[in-house]
């Protein structure tokens, strides 16, 4: 189970972390990653890291502002959101996947385990 938290109301150029914590199973043996899914749009990719953190992609929209991070020990993955804008108001889910291939990172059906999601508003 992976239960994110961490969401909130907050005004454009505030920064928030979204914490997504994982019970039952190690995050050490899954890619982890994080979606977002604005009203009346699809749920579409942020960033992604895979297990041994060799690899973090971006979506060009986060590039530069958000920072995705694990702590293996906490069994934690962490989303580090800067200089928010209106425009990144949805919810916001983690995932994990232990089999994915690092090209389907960015694809939201390659991910087998999904958490509730955690509510991010931005107001400008």
């Known amino acids: 189970q992976l239960q994110a938290s961490g969401g909130g109301l907050v005004q454009a150029g505030d920064s928030l972390r979204l914490s997504c914590v994982a019970s039952?199973?190690?995050?050490?043996?899954?890619?982890m990653a994080w979606f977002r899914q604005a009203p009346g749009k699809e749920r579409e990719f942020v960033a992604a890291?895979?297990?041994?953190?060799?690899?973090?992609p971006y979506a060009d929209s986060v590039k530069g502002r958000f920072t995705i991070s694990r702590d293996n020990a906490r069994n934690t993955v962490y989303l580090q959101m800067n200089s928010l804008k209106p425009e990144d108001t949805a919810v916001y889910y983690c995932a994990a996947d232990a089999q994915l291939i690092t090209s389907s990172l960015r694809v939201k059906d390659a991910y087998d385990y999904w958490g509730q999601g955690t509510q991010v508003t931005v107001s400008s």
């Open positions: 890291i895979t297990k041994t953190r060799s690899s973090t």
């Open positions: 039952g199973r190690a995050i050490n043996n899954y890619h």
